[in-house]
């Protein structure tokens, strides 16, 4: 009895891979005779296609000799997050003389970023260098440093620097070890010491972005024990757009674009990066830490406002407006 | 053979008395609260702790660092002391073994407590980038845990033997167990060559694992922009830092299981006064590097660093500045120099002073440097602006430290707290140097 069934496994397996193997070549004979016939079928016709050529010219073929080549369909399918967007390198300058603390840029990154924290992104400063010098306001973003310290302690590689200058975080592989926050000199990491509560947002977002969670949309949603940061928008700079701390800023503070095109715009004004530093005198905060940010600063010189106007906007106790999140 | 059977009814080990039982019963107590605690954490996160975005590491790190400190304490006593034939380190040894497998193994689990998402532990070795100095870490702790073990278990394998027919009769699954660690030892010619030349590799291995793995702990720190961490005294300043701890912990078990086991006549003054003047010398070591850390930077502080100077020395965390530094280095130094204080005695309260002071070291060493960053602190909740552990981080470190004190007493409940087949050997061999020297 027993033998029997084996006999009969045996059989049934030997019986099972026969079939599989005639499936396979009948498959691949099919397909054969299949591209034949199309092949046969055009040339009966003779059909001739009007093409034109790279620079312009319309020129006819006969369909036959035509051949589809591979391309993506998609182009985001090929996009990869950790290199980013080619051939761009993104930069950032902040002109402190026209800072005013309007905290436009912090309401509007809060905004859009879900940010349901204690700290905000971006931040605002009330700097004085030495007790004598003029007091100024300065906004503060991730640098997006070109040698960044957070990525060089990063034991898994959750926070990574791509080639288009960003240093994102993937929310997905960090394991909340926080050295990246230890490491960053301008204490610019938030951190989700909590289940972030960003309500029906977080599921919303999950389905609206189309590769699902993702380093690119960083804080949609965040993630309980992973850090955020200011990560340029790259949601937004995809779609052709500004980040939003430069469109919501009403005094044109922050100018983005691109170094290798060497604009810089504010939306309002669009000018050349290298000459912007050279006229305002551009450097970059902790320069001699040698981590290359790419936010450049325009020194607080020839005021367009008062420093005084920023005060009743001050607050050292909050950043993030948490009124309307019930 | 007499003299044997006497050694073996002093040094086996025994069943926990009345006091055994209750210690064990409090610190099983305290472990119990505290993964009670560490479930909460995992449950509502890290906000059950007092660390925020400033504040990103707290006790869990300094508890951490004070792990990986006391664990050096088997590389020096046991390696350094062996390979340069020091008699005397023979009744400590057990001991400084087992305190230094509790310890590196408390750290390994302490490492953990602190990450947010201990879910994704094995990314740490799917991505592990080797820049990172966790990596370095998540490669030298189980390397050090692994020799430590070995460290403490080749000397062991006589002893085993020893128990195994010392138990014969009394207690049948003990000397049956024993039987089994002892890897059927008969105390051969061979089988002494090869445990005596497997020590001496060991023993040579651990020296440098120790010293990279103390390195590595300080450069978790030093490899960060940080004031007060950036620094490239580091690496020394923790090596002679763990030199002092391991000690100091060493010290106070000694004492304790000396008292306990009523060891006094194989752990003499004479141990005592050699420990002590060790401690000395350490905790010398350790102030010389403190200057360099503390004093010297004074001349040319940037404004950063002359903030966080002056909030340890003077500010909110000078009580733990100065306890840590008087307390945990120069009270024991002056204690010990006096032939008085090198006794069992004063030793028992030199050893808290120097476990405590080096616990709070690392406190002030992780702390102040987080709270004064770069660019002001602003925006934040006013309490971010300081920081002291909350009630989870306490009762969560607290069982740390009890589970370390568990496989401490464990150990010690089970395995001879002074090696038996070495001290009958050392009997034989040198007769006279026992009678000249207590
Ligand atoms: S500013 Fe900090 S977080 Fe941003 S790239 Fe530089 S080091 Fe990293
Ligand atoms: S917290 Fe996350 S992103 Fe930061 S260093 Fe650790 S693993 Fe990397």
Known sequence: MRDN????????????????LVTILGGIGLSKIASRLNANSNKSEEYKMDLMTTDGVIIQVNASEVQEIEQPTNPDIKYNVREGIPNRKFVMVIDLAKCKNALNCVESCNKHHFVTGDNAWIKVHKMQDSKDSAPYWMPRTCMHCDKPACVTVCPVDATFKRRDGLVLIDNERCIGCRFCMAACPYSIRVFNWSDPEQGEMSEVMMHAVPEGLHPEYAGMPSIKGTPDKCDFCPHTIRKGELPHCVKACP????????????????????LRLGKLLED???????????????????PPVNRLVDFEDGLENYDKYQSVDKSDIE | ???????????????????????????????????????????????????????????????????????FVGSVTVAVLRLTKNKWRTPLVRIAEIISLASIIMAGITIVLDMARPDRLLNLFLYARLQSPITWDVIIIPTYIALSFLLLYFPLLPDFALLKNYH??????LSKWYGRLSLKWTGSKAQKALQEKSIRLVAFIIIPVGILLQTIDAWLFSTTYRVGWDSTNMGAYFISGAFVAGLGALITVVCIVRKV???????????????????????????????????????????????????????EYSLLFWFSQIVGLILPIIILIFEAGRRPGPMLVVGFMVVIGSWWKRYIIVTPTLLSPFLPIEGVPESWQSYFPSLHEWIITVATLAMALLIITLLIRYLPAVPIQRTADEKVMYPTEKDLEP
């Not at chain 1, 009969?8 to 397996?13: P, T, V």
């Not at chain 2, 504040?55 to 400190?69: E, Q, R």
């Not at chain 2, 006094?264 to 010389?288: G, M, N, P, Q, R």
């Open chain 2, 261 to 315: 086991r009523k060891l006094e006549s194989y752990i003499t003054e004479y141990h005592f006064d050699k420990l002590a003047k060790f401690l000395v010398l350490a905790c010398l070591t350790y102030l010389y590097f403190n200057v360099n850390e503390y004093l010297i930077p004074i001349f040319t502080a940037t404004v950063e660093e002359e903030i966080h100077l002056n909030a340890l020395v003077f500010g």
């Open chain 2, 1 to 71: 053979m007499k003299n044997h059977q006497g050694l073996l009814e002093d040094l086996a080990p025994r069943k926990f008395g009345k006091r055994g039982k209750i210690w064990t019963g409090i610190l099983l107590i305290f472990i119990a609260a505290g993964i009670v605690a560490y479930i909460d954490q995992l449950i509502k996160g890290q906000v059950v702790t007092n660390m925020r975005d400033y504040a990103l590491w707290g006790i869990y790190i300094s508890n951490f660092v004070f792990f990986v400190a006391t664990s």
């Open chain 1, 5 to 20: 069934s084996l006999k009969a496994r045996r059989n049934f397996l030997g019986k099972g891979f026969k079939i599989g």
């Open chain 1, 251 to 270: 005094n044109g503070v922050f100018y983005f674009g691109d170094q290798y095109e060497d604009t810089v715009t504010n939306g309002e004004e669009t």
């Open chain 2, 168 to 173: 014969k009769g009394k207690n049948s699954t």
């Open chain 1, 280 to 298: 305002k005198a551009g450097y970059r905060i902790l320069e001699e830490l040698g981590t290359e940010p790419r936010v450049y600063y325009l």
